[in-house]
């Protein structure tokens, strides 16, 4: 199965997802990530306030971008 990983962006900084999570395909990803989104726009990134523009970069096992997903 394929190792996927989510990593957050934004204009200045990169928090690179060291584990990754194995997953069938990259519509599975793409559905953990929009999860993931909806559940960071309702908590943690609720609380910031400086105007950075946050996104989930999803990277397949080569590094390669399967898919953003914009916060």
Known sequence: MPRY??????QDSFVWDEEGVD????LTAQGAADK?????RGGLLH???????WAIVITDEGGEIAQVVTL
């Open 5 to 10: 990983y989510f990593h957050l962006r934004t």
């Open 23 to 26: 997953l069938p395909d990259p």
């Open 36 to 40: 993931t989104a909806a559940e960071l």
């Open 47 to 53: 609380e910031v306030h400086n105007g950075s523009r």
